[in-house]
């Protein structure tokens, strides 16, 4: 039985020498090809595991975020405009989603380990959880916030004062993102004791 370093050396050999039976252009479109297929496949699984359906698939998002959502003006509104799980939490532009995918691949290891898989383990969590979120969200100026609400075409007018306030000034200025004010707007709040503000 050949070792594993003789059969890749075989391998290697096969691979520089040129083709027999084939041509160059015969390799070169069936190489083609296959990148097509390829980069369709890959684009087909990233889109499916883009949806709102994959993301509520584990009991773990569907019992505990999924349910919190649901009771928010983000999910039932009166405009019918609703935002499922990937526009919060997976960016738009293609560079920044395979980025946002690459980090949420950890994600499968507190899947597969178990770390909140109860109830009582997801809560003890949140609080960490919620933080990795409030800083990536921090990090790139709420993107996945202004995908939908766009600072140019808000109307301070039909604001509440407060809001009209805090909008025109440490947003315009660029001195806050979204996500400073808007803790919790989707989902319950962690326990915030010995946070500074709350």
Not at 10 to 17: A, K, N
Not at 143 to 165: G, I, L, W
Request: charged share 25%.
């Amino acid at each position: 039985m050949k070792t594993l370093i003789a059969l890749l050396k075989d391998y290697w050999g096969i691979l520089r020498r040129p083709s027999v039976y084939f041509s160059l252009g015969f390799l070169t479109l069936g190489g083609f090809i296959a990148g097509i297929i390829f980069w369709g496949g890959f684009n087909t699984a990233l889109e499916l595991t883009n949806t709102e359906k994959f993301c509520t698939s584990c009991h773990e998002m569907r019992d505990n975020v999924f349910v919190e959502l649901q009771e928010t003006i983000h999910y039932t509104n009166r405009s019918g405009v609703r935002a499922s799980c990937p526009d919060c939490h997976v960016p738009h532009e293609w560079t920044h989603k395979i980025a946002r995918k690459m980090q949420a691949s950890k994600e499968v290891w507190g899947k597969l380990f178990g770390t909140i898989d109860t109830r009582e383990k997801f809560v003890a969590h949140r609080r960490e959880l919620a933080e990795h979120e409030w800083a990536r969200l921090k990090a790139n100026d709420s993107r996945e916030c202004r995908n939908c609400h766009n600072f140019q075409f808000m109307d301070f007018t039909r604001q509440s004062k407060r809001a009209a306030a805090m909008h025109s000034t440490s947003l315009a200025s660029g001195e806050a993102t979204c996500i400073d004010c808007h803790k919790g707007i989707a989902h319950k709040l962690p326990d915030m004791t010995g946070v500074k503000g709350w």
